[in-house]
């Protein structure tokens, strides 16, 4: 049984950084993709940023691309999403996310994740 388990998450002033982490259990993740998203008051599920566990580069939604890095560490079971440079409209609870499909379409967030952890609240105050 898949178990994403989020931290990080808090308030934080504008241009401010915050670090999200994901720890990863329950099976062997060599060949998943692992992502976030967020969802904020009244809008939709937006996809964030997505990674291969294995290998290779990781994929960031525009509204982020440039702000936000997503990082692995294999060893610990663990992917990171550091945020920089926070906008008010970052303010979003962040859901980390896993799906063992490792193709394109589910790189750029456009598939229905199968895993999905409880969420972190991210605040960004003006």
């Not at 904020?40 to 990781?58: L, Q």
């Not at 982020?64 to 906008?87: C, E, H, P, W």
Request: hydrophobic residues 35%; aromatic residues 12%.
């Amino acid at each position: 049984q898949v178990r994403l388990v989020e931290s990080g998450g808090g308030l934080v002033q504008a241009g401010g950084s915050l670090r999200l982490s994901c720890a990863a259990s329950g099976r062997t993740f060599s060949n998943y993709v692992m992502g976030w998203f967020r969802q904020a008051p009244g809008k939709e599920r937006e996809f964030v940023a997505a990674i291969r566990w294995s290998s290779g580069s990781p994929y960031y939604a525009d509204s982020v691309k440039g702000r936000f890095t997503i990082s692995r560490d294999n060893a610990k079971k663990t992917v990171y999403l550091q945020m920089n440079s926070l906008k008010s409209e970052d303010t979003a609870v962040y859901y980390c996310v896993a799906d063992s499909r490792s193709t394109a379409a589910t790189m750029r967030g456009l598939v229905e994740y199968e895993y999905w952890g409880q969420g972190t609240q991210v605040t960004v105050s003006s």
